[in-house]
């Protein structure tokens, strides 16, 4: 059988063999003979290849002293001892087949169990591993690894259901039916156009077979950006990102670096001028385990490896280096007596005058488990990423993060990295590229690679959002063809128009994350409407992926009715104690609306129009319904609104209350639409559909008399006479020395209007360039729309932040303005 995964264990893991005698007799169950007792010859040989760590050549021989030996004890043991062997090889499936056997055979110790779950769970058989995991609870119940073993599964099979934003793919350009894993950004620090990684592939120096794996040995490749170019990225501010195609892989510079021995994992300072990188010595039935070396550049390659004493005992293995970004701290992976568990993670610092690595300090428990914790990686985002099977985890060595102290311990919790970083099979050595740990790599054996291990990219699928909807006549609901609706916020602002279903869309290069949003909706002969829409805070199950984008969508859907103007807007809260006409409380919020509403539609002239029911006498009524009309309409004069845009008009009672289609205000259960409110109608209800009915028709409307309003004011001519003159907004420049108070007098209004007119003015002197309003009544909002006065206080952040902008953009419609170039009372731009 030809075994298709390569080992867990050598090249994952180890990339050093830490395993010791003891550890491996201990785990695996291989037990010392005393003199009364004595193995098959071919037993012997098989557990002389499984302590020196040839696992491959042990399978072998434990198959040949299996058909051999007529002892049922020794079966079981080569039964279990098989399943070892395979399980540090990385065959699952055969390891998993094994145990079950061992099982069947009545293997005496539970951890027989415990291993059986493991392997079932690797091979993603989520609910037969619970299965097993409880059999070896129910057995040591003391062990806690049953227990989150339980716990694991269920997390996995969570995490799968519900992926994470990451999209993982395979890089089929760098890899091969060998192995591939561990890749390290090189070349230069601004652009990373170098890639290195670890293989076995044919053109590894080491031509032997390592008697682990029955495969080659490792060196250490390279492969160089050949070409960049702008690929359009959707959901992105700037429209495009760079990608790379990659060179054919080569060995790595000169003869110095790679040996006939195991090169692997490798890190580099942040000048790309030295490396640090793990060498793991094989000698027959020797144990020289793995040491970390160092190399500094030397023209086009590298200068002779140093050896990094990085330990009190130099027998310990060492691998793993990893650099923190200020090249301060150097992390790796050990088996050091004080660890917690198989191999922990540990950090130290140069002693520049020692000239020696300070004592390794271990990274504690809340890294380091009773499992293994190996390849670190310190990201600029603060973060230490690493990979751990003793964390609860989705399979084999998951890939788990944790914040770093200022010190370079970690602090807080540990956070799986879940699905899909994280598989039923083995991931681990994740990279990041940049600031943001957005795009990156990360090295697997999942199903879907070409050989054993495989490098695939890691990329943070954008976020990205949609505003849609329909626009409706609120008359009939029917939908409202070629309306506008515009969309403002973040800086900027769009306008579409609706097809013949009301249809509108603001694609998602128009709308951006974090912003809150303003829509104006619009139509000849309809009543503006405005709604707001927001992607601030939308959580991560509001989207859906979509897979030809490669992006996560959320649509925003915000549907609109507008008033028709040809038809009266009942103002259903303005109400009157009896016989009186004084505003109430209540009544004053309803009229709110309609001052907003005339702010929105600033060419719009209305008439406030009151009505009474039949009840009283229809001159009394009349006289009551014009003061009540009047009332509204000096409270929208308070408000603002000039009054040659207003008209109060007391209707009495003889304008009943028609039910229109859709009808669902008061009473609308009662009475069927085209119905008419009349006192005939009304009398021939019963008594409580009577006072609901005249509870109708003593309403407030407004109808609209022409939407073709324009500001003016009397002025008089030199003549004498006066005469109406539109009023159009102005802004007046200072010039020169000119006081406040002589503008205000240009104007004809005095210094009190004008600070007002200009936000107050508060600590404001008059300045060379500054803007100022200076028309009263005229209408500034689209001058507004796009600009903001400066505030005391102000800085750039804040007005960023005050406008849903980033301090970037911000700085970008102001031509680079900096901090130190605004004060208060400038107007800076906010929008386009």
Known sequence: MTIKRLS??????????????????????????????????????????????????????????FTRTRS?????????????????????????????????????????????????????????????????VDRKPDDPRGKMGIESVKMAKKWKENPSRYLVENMSDLNTKQNEFAITYGGKPAMNDELYFVSDRDDATGKQTDGWTGDGFTDIFVTKAERKKKTRTRGKSDGAEEEMSWSIPMPIEGEVINTKHHEGPLAFDSRRRTMYFTRCEKQK?????????????RGQGWGEPEMQLLTPDSATSVGHPCLSPDDEILYFASDLEDGYGGRDLYMTTYNRRERSWEKPKNLGPKVNTLGSELYPYVHLDGYLYFASDGHPGMGGLDIFRIKLDDNGMPEGEVENMQFPINTNANDFAIVFDGDEAEKGFLSSDRDEGRGGFDIYSVTLAPLVFEIEGRLYSSKDKKPINTGTVKLDGGGSSYTVVTDKSGYYKFTLDQVREDVTYKLSFEKKQFLAGQASATTVGIPFDAFEFVPDERHYLH??????????????????????????????????VALDTVVEILNN????????????????????????????????????????????????????????????????????????????????????QKAEIQEVANQINRRTDFKVLHDNYVPTKVVKTESGEEKKVEIKPIIHTVEGRESFAAIAKQYNIDIRTLRDLNGGLRGVRPFEGLELKVVPEADYSDWERTRYRVQMGDNLSKIAKEHDLKAKELRDLNEGIKDADISPGMIIKIAY
Request: aromatic letters at 12%; hydrophobic letters at 35%; charged letters at 30%.
């Open 8 to 65: 867990f264990t050598l090249f994952p893991m180890m990339f050093f063999c830490l395993i010791t005698t003891t550890a491996v007799n201990a785990q695996s169950g291989l037990e010392e003979t005393d003199g009364n007792e004595s193995v098959s010859k071919e037993m012997a040989r098989a557990n002389e290849a499984f302590e020196y760590n040839e696992y491959h050549s042990a399978v072998t021989l434990y198959k040949k002293a």
């Open 72 to 136: 049922k004890k020794e079966k079981v043991e080569i039964t279990f001892l098989m399943a070892e062997c395979y399980r540090m090889m990385d065959d699952w499936k055969s390891a998993a087949s094994q145990y079950s056997r061992a099982i069947k055979l009545d293997y005496g110790d539970p951890i027989v169990y415990l291993r059986h779950a493991e392997m079932l769970k690797m091979l993603g058989e989520y609910e037969d591993a619970i299965v097993e995991y409880q059999k070896y």
């Open 285 to 297: 039935n020797n144990k020289l385990g793995c040491k970390i070396f160092k190399a500094d550049k």
């Open 555 to 588: 649509v925003i859907k915000v549907d609109k009715e507008i008033e028709p103007i040809e038809v009266p807007i009942v103002l259903p809260n303005v109400l009157f104690t009896t016989a009186q006409w004084d505003l109430r409380p209540e009544s004053k």
């Open 601 to 684: 539609n600033p060419t719009l002239v209305v008439e406030l129009r009151s009505h009474t029911d039949y009840r009283d006498t229809d001159e009394r009524n009349m006289v009551l319904s014009q003061k009540r009309a009047q009332s509204c309409v000096d409270y929208l004069i308070e408000k603002g609104i000039p009054k040659d845009r207003l008209v109060a008009k007391g209707r009495g009672e003889e304008e009943p209350f028609t039910i229109p289609e859709n009808y669902d205000g008061f009473g609308h259960q009662y009475f069927k639409a085209g119905t008419v409110l009349t006192e005939q109608y009304i009398r021939k």
